[in-house]
């Protein structure tokens, strides 16, 4: 089993900053990719952006980049989410994933274990 806590929301004025981390730890001996998707209320789960399991690949939705940035430190199995430019639309629980292997992808249904998430708030 694998466990995912992600820690560093928090409420931010628009075009203020926020960084996110995800730590991952229990059975993580296989090579592994991480992700991070958000879902404000009332709406679906959407990809932000994701890091392949060696830190030289990423990917991000089109509403993030330029903004937000992923880094992986696989020494500490931890995840970063630097997001800055905040706008009002980027309020949302934010959730790490880990999908196993050596792609990564933004289909949520590919990733194997999530965290239970953070709440980002940006204020207008």
């Known amino acids: 089993q694998v466990q995912l806590v992600e820690s560093g929301g928090g409420l931010v004025q628009a075009g203020g900053s926020l960084r996110l981390s995800c730590v991952a730890s229990?059975?993580?001996?296989?090579?592994?990719?991480l992700g991070w998707f958000r879902q404000a209320p009332g709406k679906e789960r959407d990809f932000v952006g994701a890091?392949?399991?060696?830190?030289?690949?990423?990917y991000y939705a089109d509403a993030v980049k330029g903004r937000f940035t992923i880094s992986r430190d696989s020494g500490s199995n931890t995840m970063y989410l630097q997001m800055n430019d905040l706008k009002p639309e980027d309020t949302a629980v934010y959730y790490c994933?880990?999908?196993?292997?050596?792609?990564?992808?933004?289909?949520?249904?590919?990733?194997?274990?999530w965290g239970q998430g953070t709440q980002v708030t940006v204020s207008s």
């Open positions: 994933a880990l999908v196993y292997g050596r792609v990564i992808t933004g289909r949520s249904n590919s990733y194997n274990f």
């Open positions: 229990g059975r993580t001996f296989s090579t592994y990719g």
């Open positions: 890091v392949n399991y060696n830190g030289e690949t990423t």
